[in-house]
């Protein structure tokens, strides 16, 4: 499993937001493993809410293990 940390500046809401990336070993190529299909990848997008911040779904749920 990869976990990647973007920041980009939203233009909607006019500030830098960070975006967390979890994804799963299937789809990351490693060395002696068949390559991986390159289509679209399912995508489940999990919101924080007003009062939250973007480390609320990894440090609050299982959500890395789900998606190993």
């Known amino acids: 499993m990869a976990y990647i940390t973007v920041n980009f500046v939203s233009e ?3 500030r830098t937001v960070t975006a967390n990336v979890i994804l799963p070993v299937d789809k990351i190529p490693l060395p ?7 289509r679209d990848f399912p ?4 919101l924080h809410g007003v009062f939250g911040n973007h480390i609320d779904w990894i440090c609050g749920t299982r959500v890395q293990r789900w998606a190993e």
């Open 32 to 38: 002696g493993m068949p390559k991986p299909s390159y």
């Open 43 to 46: 995508t489940l997008y999990l």
């Open 12 to 14: 909607a809401l006019m």
